[in-house]
C-alpha cells in the first residue's frame, strides 16, 4: 500500500538530486562562490543520504542549509532575497517534513 512516507521519501529523493543538480550547475557556471556551490551540492548529497539511511536530523539539517545557502546565493547573484522563491522554498521543505 502507498504510505505517506514512501511518498515523502520520493520527494526527497527529487529534491535532493535537483538540489545537487544545481549546485553542479552553478559550479559551472561559476556564478556564486566555491564555497556556496560546494556546500550546495554536499546539502544535496544529504538529502538523498537521508532518504536512503532514514535519519530524521540529516534532513533537518540539510533542508535548513540548503534554505540558508539559497539565500546567500540570492544575494550574491541578485543583490537582494527573492521572498517568493524562498517562501516556495521553506513550504516544499515543510511538506517534506509533514510527510515524513
Known sequence: MFSLHFAATIFIVVYGGVSLTAGIANYKRK????????LFSLSGILILTSAMIDVFPILIFSLVLIQLLAIANGLHLYGKINLKHHIIRFLLSIII???Y
Open 97 to 99: 517534513i509533514i510527510l
Open 31 to 38: 556564478l556564486v562562490p566555491f564555497w556556496s556551490t560546494l
